[in-house]
């Protein structure tokens, strides 16, 4: 329903409270720096309560829809849309940001520049909740654009770059490209890879506006004319590819996946924060905005916008679990987890454009997006507190360490396991499982190179997460610790204020995991009836499929699925815990002959993608730069400028003379002028 600005002022709060804080922690700050961050974290939970009273509205499948005069000239209105997909996800992230808003005031305890700290985290999560219940494109990019302009500054948070505050392993090399990243290049190259992304998304909103006349969401859907127009033209496809890059960009999807690992100079808040609940999810949730639409318009031939984006979810997918097997780096792994859980996201809203039951996949996808943004932001917490005890991000520099940190130990672990899908009682088993069974049950043509693909993923999810909790909790001290606790230095326990935001998030991982069949069943009927009510996608389309279910046996699962959800987890989880849990096998000893090392050192290097970007982006295109100013501006272009140069001179010579200050002969020049104008006028 459309209503009044007053009549929907929660839903303009949701974005708008986060900026107004954002804009007054200056002032705030000149007063008092406690009130400083307790205000901060005031607005955030503000925000979040604004999203709270949406909840009725979104569970009773309803909407809120608010517009108000902007730019006239082409009769776009700014509004805000407030839809079950907007109200679960901006309860996702203003939630998950409030809990991180509080774990942040003991991580960042005594930083001396916490008043830019929270200003970008403010202006972050306006621009992100922006981004989520605008009603048009244009609102949508211009929260993309302050997200992009806000992660900048926060992964260069630490401008200062001390070595400890660097990603990647000094000194390591790959095709003579070094792999150790301050802060401030981390930050450049993000803000340039999802730039240029942004760029493709900016070209696809303008063909569509140049065809429909409009940006709204509402309006697309309510004349498809623009559509037909456009597929008539061979441009709709394209149009929707365009958009995707811009997700691909944001939700660091291959080949513009390399920005998200050097990401982590950040602090550990902020990559919880951006890089596990929000702005990698922005991608996602665009797909999830405009995914409904394109399908709607499946009799004009869109679903290879589908196959692009459900094979580009399941490229990156594999392409980043590998690498997380290999990392010495907590924050690291769980960057190539991040970027490979979404991955199966992606692939979840694509099987769902390719199958004639598209609320399957589409709940599946945001059912992961929902699950992970809980147990990630619990990970990426649970990580800081080891790093902010141990002053060290390397694995290899932990060990042992459960019996100092219980608590983040048993928190970390719950989390672990949803991220591993442990059967039944995690809410990462559901989700993934409910992603196999929409690929298995698609009909898509080739469904089983998709779904082996995700099958052999969760194998090394499971076996990369019991790594990275063996390495950090379990075997003996490392040297590193031994020595800190030589020089005086008690490992010990974090604070509540910082363990308890990732318990809370831990705990509800597994809390939806234990409830997850029935939390999925009432997904699937709410986005049933948000799909039938906005865009038309009618029953016939299951009917056609059947009921989605046919085959399915205990819990509603998929045989077939389930299997292999446990089986991925049984044996990827077996050998990361014979490998670094029990440690009854010793991993270096596999990796010792020269097949292994040599798949170790292609994995370690990250498949030389990243030497691949800068020698093909940088460097190349600096040496034929270098080359051109030789060879031709130095030579020819500079031989050419004397006498271009000396030209010039005599001409204003000339021109020189004719200016002699004199008034009437300005006059007499200026009506000659005239007259000769008259006289070519009259021939």
Same mark, same amino acid.
């Given at each position: 329903?459309?209503?009044?600005?007053?009549?929907?002022?929660?839903?303009?709060?949701?974005?708008?409270?986060?900026?107004?804080?954002?804009?007054?922690?200056?002032?705030?700050?000149?007063?008092?720096k406690?009130?400083?961050?307790?205000?901060?974290?005031?607005?955030?939970?503000?925000?979040?309560?604004?999203?709270? %009273?949406?909840?009725?509205?979104?569970?009773?499948?309803?909407?809120?829809?608010?517009?108000?005069?902007?730019?006239?000239?082409?009769?776009?209105?700014?509004?805000?849309?407030?839809?079950?997909l907007?109200?679960?996800?901006?309860?996702?992230?203003?939630?998950?940001?409030?809990?991180?808003?509080?774990?942040?005031v003991?991580?960042?305890?005594?930083?001396?520049?916490?008043?830019?700290?929270?200003?970008?985290?403010?202006?972050?999560?306006g621009?992100?909740?922006?981004?989520?219940?605008?009603?048009?494109?244009?609102?949508?990019?211009?929260?993309?654009?302050?997200?992009g302009?806000?992660?900048?500054? +926060?992964?260069?948070?630490?401008?200062?770059?001390?070595?400890?505050?660097?990603?990647?392993?000094?000194?390591?090399?790959?095709?003579?490209?070094?792999?150790?990243?301050?802060? *401030?290049?981390?930050?450049?190259?993000?803000?340039l890879?999802?730039?240029?992304?942004?760029?493709?998304?900016?070209?696809?909103?303008?063909?569509?506006?140049?065809?429909?006349?409009?940006?709204?969401?509402?309006?697309?859907?309510?004349?498809?004319?623009?559509?037909?127009?456009?597929?008539? @033209?061979?441009?709709?496809?394209?149009?929707?590819?365009?958009?995707?890059?811009?997700?691909?960009?944001?939700?660091? @999807?291959?080949?513009?996946?390399?920005?998200?690992?050097?990401?982590?100079?950040?602090?550990?808040s902020?990559?919880?924060?951006?890089?596990?609940?929000?702005?990698?999810?922005?991608?996602?949730?665009?797909?999830?905005?405009?995914?409904?639409?394109?399908?709607?318009?499946?009799?004009?031939? %869109?679903?290879?916008?589908?196959?692009?984006?459900?094979?580009?979810?399941?490229? *990156?997918a594999?392409?980043?679990?590998?690498?997380?097997?290999?990392?010495?780096?907590?924050?690291?792994?769980?960057? &190539?987890?991040t970027?490979?859980?979404?991955?199966?996201?992606?692939?979840?809203?694509?099987?769902?454009?390719?199958?004639?039951?598209?609320?399957?996949?589409? %709940?599946?996808?945001?059912?992961?997006?929902?699950?992970?943004?809980?147990?990630?932001?619990?990970?990426?917490?649970?990580?800081?507190?080891?790093?902010?005890?141990?002053?060290?991000?390397?694995?290899?520099?932990?060990?042992?360490?459960?019996?100092?940190?219980?608590?983040?130990?048993?928190?970390?672990l719950?989390?672990?396991?949803?991220?591993?899908?442990a059967?039944?009682?995690?809410?990462g088993?559901?989700?993934?499982?409910?992603?196999?069974?929409?690929?298995?049950?698609?009909?898509?043509?080739?469904?089983?190179?998709?779904?082996?693909?995700?099958?052999?993923?969760?194998?090394?999810?499971?076996?990369?997460?019991?790594?990275?909790?063996?390495?950090?909790?379990?075997?003996?001290?490392?040297?590193?610790?031994?020595?800190?606790? @030589?020089?005086?230095?008690?490992?010990?326990?974090?604070?509540?204020?910082?363990?308890?935001?990732?318990?809370?998030?831990?705990?509800?991982?597994?809390?939806?995991?234990?409830?997850?069949?029935?939390?999925?069943? @009432?997904?699937?009927?709410?986005?049933?009836?948000y799909?039938?009510?906005?865009?038309?996608?009618?029953?016939?389309?299951?009917?056609?499929?059947?009921?989605?279910?046919?085959?399915?046996?205990?819990?509603?699962?998929?045989?077939?699925?389930?299997?292999?959800?446990?089986?991925?987890?049984?044996?990827?989880?077996?050998?990361?815990?014979?490998?670094?849990?029990? /440690?009854?096998?010793d991993?270096?000893?596999?990796?010792?002959?020269?097949?292994?090392?040599?798949?170790?050192?292609?994995l370690?290097? /990250? =498949? &030389?993608?990243?030497?691949?970007? &800068? =020698?093909?982006?940088?460097?190349?295109?600096?040496?034929?730069?270098?080359?051109? =100013? /030789? &060879?031709?501006?130095?030579?020819?272009?500079?031989?050419?400028?004397p006498?271009f140069?000396?030209?010039?001179?005599?001409?204003s010579?000339?021109?020189?003379?004719?200016?002699?200050?004199? *008034?009437?002969?300005?006059?007499?020049?200026?009506?000659?002028?005239?007259?000769?104008?008259?006289?070519? +006028?009259?021939?």
């Open positions: 329903m459309v209503v009044g600005f007053s009549e929907s002022i929660n839903v303009w709060l949701i974005w708008m409270l986060p900026f107004i804080g954002a804009a007054a922690m200056p002032a705030i700050a000149k007063g008092s406690k009130a400083r961050d307790y205000i901060a974290v005031g607005f955030a939970l503000a925000s979040a309560i604004s999203a709270a %009273t949406l909840i009725p509205v979104g569970l009773a499948g309803h909407e809120i829809h608010s517009q108000i005069p902007w730019i006239s000239s082409i009769g776009l209105k700014a509004g805000v849309l407030a839809d079950p907007a109200i679960l996800m901006t309860n996702i992230v203003a939630w998950i940001a409030f809990l991180i808003f509080v774990y942040s003991g991580y960042m305890h005594g930083d001396k520049d916490l008043t830019r700290y929270w200003f970008f985290m403010l202006f972050f999560i621009s992100m909740q922006l981004i989520v219940i605008s009603d048009n494109l244009l609102m949508v990019f211009f929260g993309w654009e302050g997200v302009l806000a992660s900048f500054a +926060l992964i260069a948070f630490w401008y200062h770059d001390r070595k400890k505050d660097y990603v990647g392993v000094e000194g390591h090399r790959a095709a003579g490209i070094p792999m150790w990243t301050a802060p *401030t290049h981390a930050g450049m190259k993000a803000f890879m999802t730039r240029a992304g942004d760029v493709m998304m900016l070209a696809g909103m303008f063909l569509i506006f140049a065809n429909a006349g409009t940006f709204g969401f509402k309006e697309l859907v309510a004349d498809q004319t623009w559509a037909q127009n456009m597929a008539a @033209q061979n441009l709709l496809v394209p149009a929707a590819v365009l958009l995707f890059g811009g997700a691909v960009g944001k939700s660091a @999807q291959f080949p513009l996946n390399e920005w998200l690992l050097e990401a982590m100079t950040g602090p550990t902020v990559s919880a924060l951006i890089h596990a609940a929000t702005m990698v999810k922005a991608g996602v949730f665009l797909v999830a905005r405009i995914g409904p639409l394109f399908f709607a318009l499946s009799a004009l031939n %869109t679903g290879q916008f589908f196959e692009v984006v459900a094979w580009t979810g399941a490229i *990156t594999f392409l980043l679990a590998t690498q997380a097997l290999v990392s010495p780096e907590i924050k690291k792994v769980l960057a &190539y987890s970027g490979s859980q979404i991955g199966y996201m992606m692939m979840g809203i694509g099987i769902a454009g390719l199958s004639l039951n598209f609320t399957d996949g589409y %709940t599946a996808g945001f059912f992961h997006l929902m699950s992970h943004a809980m147990f990630k932001a619990s990970l990426f917490m649970g990580a800081g507190a080891l790093l902010h005890t141990v002053h060290s991000r390397f694995m290899t520099d932990m060990g042992g360490l459960r019996k100092q940190m219980p608590k983040t130990y048993i928190f970390m719950l989390a672990a396991l949803s991220l591993a899908g059967p039944l009682f995690t809410s088993f559901w989700s993934k499982d409910a992603i196999f069974a929409a690929v298995l049950e698609s009909g898509y043509q080739y469904s089983w190179g998709l779904f082996a693909m995700a099958v052999i993923v969760a194998v090394m999810t499971a076996f990369y997460t019991f790594r990275m909790i063996g390495m950090a909790f379990f075997g003996n001290k490392s040297k590193h610790v031994e020595k800190m606790e @030589q020089e005086g230095h008690h490992v010990h326990e974090v604070s509540a204020v910082m363990w308890a935001p990732f318990a809370i998030l831990a705990v509800a991982s597994i809390a939806v995991g234990v409830v997850g069949f029935m939390f999925e069943e @009432q997904l699937h009927e709410l986005f049933s009836e799909l039938r009510e906005s865009f038309a996608i009618e029953a016939p389309h299951e009917a056609a499929a059947g009921d989605g279910s046919s085959g399915r046996v205990f819990l509603n699962l998929n045989p077939i699925a389930a299997a292999a959800s446990v089986g991925a987890f049984g044996v990827g989880g077996a050998l990361g815990f014979v490998f670094y849990v029990a /440690r009854k096998a991993p270096e000893a596999v990796g010792r002959n020269v097949v292994t090392h040599g798949l170790w050192k292609f370690y290097n /990250r =498949w &030389y993608l990243n030497s691949a970007l &800068y =020698w093909g982006g940088v460097i190349g295109p600096l040496a034929i730069y270098r080359f051109l =100013w /030789r &060879y031709f501006e130095s030579t020819v272009v500079d031989g050419i400028n006498a140069q000396g030209a010039m001179a005599g001409m010579k000339l021109v020189k003379v004719s200016q002699t200050g004199v *008034t009437q002969t300005y006059l007499f020049v200026f009506g000659v002028g005239i007259m000769i104008v008259v006289m070519l +006028l009259l021939l």
